[in-house]
């Protein structure tokens, strides 16, 4: 009789059994029950990690009468409990095997010295969910008693048997704290991350592993790690912080991400449980700040005035400043700001100002504001630009263009320089 999902350990001989009852006295296989004791119990180990995998040895003897023999046989269960008392027959054991001899197992037999040995090592692995203590791997011969696949015995109390183990709290490798800096982070950027990783399992032994960090959308690693550090092994408790890494920001787009810290990442230490391994801290990545040329200017008698960016426009600088140059001594410098390069006052840019006397010059931004300096003797002028350190300009765009009173110019008497976009970030 085969039963799926368990073992069965037969016999299979068919002259052994007749030959055994034709010697034994009238009577006899039928006077007494039979009475199954575990007469050992032994494992591979005596200290062991949750998961970890364990042999467990034992033998049992029959100190009854003969058991029945044909189709009829019994249950025993291997089992892991903080208890030497047998377990009920509704609980489920780690490892269930069916006894079904042809023969009968007559009185003095065991399973080691039967006529086919029926106790092969079994080998059980501890659950993962296991807490570190003291705990009694059993084994329980004929576990079903009375109920289906079970036989009646003279003595239901010594057939079980049992041999202690002590399970060690395996390491769990867990991210304690991730700090990272509040102000957004920029691509391209290389800022400061502080972090600690602890053991709050059991001892490790020699087992060194890493910790990553992940750019991500989610709170769980995406993607490749931006860095990658070594971490010792750890004994129960022990920490080790990590300050001051250096993480550089790959290109992604600005909004809310998560930067994930990832404990024993490549997985190469046993853990009690996998699912803790990981920190996120909500970081934002804010626009680059940036400063670039578009557009033609209009020369004047010193040729084509220019107009640059001195730094960057990032949140909260109070040194950036547009510098108009390539100036005739005591000029008027007009420098005009808009938030367009496509339309003005209805009109298409760049806007051919020639209609205005300016032949060759154009428009290339749509004045939403102005400001005025002279240079004196100087050939350049700077405007002061301040940015706010508000979050909310980040990805603001201005457009600017200088205009330059130069007489010599053209009818008007002005030249113009090409335009500058200038786009507010980190």
């Given at each position: 009789m ?11 001989s068919?002259?052994l ?15 007494q ?18 998961g ?12 009854g009468?003969p ?5 009829i046989?019994?249950?025993?269960g ?17 490892f ?10 007559q ?5 080691s ?36 696949w079970?036989?009646?015995?003279l ?13 060690e ?48 959308s ?17 004994a ?5 912080p990590?300050v ?10 600005s ?6 810290a990832?404990?024993?990442?490549a ?9 803790d391994?990981?920190?996120a ?5 804010g626009p ?17 005035p ?39 006052n209805?009109?298409?840019l ?5 209609p ?27 405007f ?7 979050a ?35």
């Amino acid at each position: 009789m085969n039963l799926p999902g368990s073992s069965q350990l037969l016999c299979h001989s068919t002259s052994l059994p007749l030959l055994l009852l034709a010697l034994l006295p009238a009577g006899v296989a039928s006077a007494q029950a039979p009475d199954l004791r575990v007469r050992y119990v032994r494992t591979s180990l005596s200290t062991v990690r949750a998961g970890q995998t364990v042999v467990v040895s034992c033998d049992v003897i029959n100190a009854g009468g003969p058991t029945p023999w044909g189709n009829i046989g019994w249950q025993d269960g291997i089992y892991l409990r903080s208890t030497t008392a047998a377990p009920s027959a509704s609980v489920t054991p780690l490892f269930n095997r069916f006894i079904n001899p042809p023969w009968s197992m007559q009185n003095g037999f065991t399973y080691s010295g039967y006529p086919q040995p029926l106790n092969p090592d079994i080998t059980i692995r501890i659950p993962a969910t296991t807490s570190p203590g003291i705990y009694h791997v059993g084994y329980f011969a004929n576990r079903m008693r009375s109920a289906g696949w079970a036989i009646g015995e003279l003595d239901y109390s010594d057939n079980y048997g049992t041999r202690e183990i002590v399970v060690e709290g395996g390491p769990n490798y867990v991210v304690s704290s991730l700090a990272v800096p509040t102000t957004p982070w920029r691509q391209g950027a290389t800022l400061l991350v502080d972090l600690t990783v602890r053991n709050t399992g059991g001892t490790v032994g020699n087992v060194p592993t890493t910790v990553a960090l992940f750019l991500s959308s989610t709170t769980q690693p995406q993607g490749l790690p931006l860095a990658t550090v070594p971490v010792p092994a750890l004994a129960m408790g022990a920490t080790h912080p990590i300050v001051g890494l250096p993480v550089t920001m790959p290109s992604a787009g600005s909004g809310a991400w998560n930067l994930v810290a990832f404990a024993d990442a490549a997985n190469v230490v046993a853990e009690i449980s996998e699912t803790d391994n990981t920190r996120a801290a909500p970081i934002t990545v804010g626009p680059t700040a940036a400063v670039s040329n578009y557009g033609t200017g209009c020369p004047g008698r010193q040729g084509l005035p220019t107009l640059r960016g001195i730094g960057l426009p990032t949140i909260g600088t109070t040194s950036f400043e547009l510098e108009a140059g390539n100036l005739p001594p005591w000029t008027l410098v007009g420098l005009l700001l808009g938030f367009s390069d496509t339309t003005w006052n209805g009109r298409q840019l760049p806007l051919d100002l020639t209609p205005w006397g300016m032949p060759g010059c154009v428009l290339l931004q749509d004045m939403r504001f102005d400001r005025l300096a002279n240079n004196g003797t100087a050939t350049t002028v700077g405007f002061a630009m301040p940015v706010p350190a508000s979050a909310a300009f980040a990805g603001l765009r201005f457009f600017a263009q200088a205009f330059v009173h130069d007489p010599t110019a053209n009818p008007a008497g002005v030249a113009a320089t090409a335009g500058l976009r200038l786009e507010v970030g980190y």
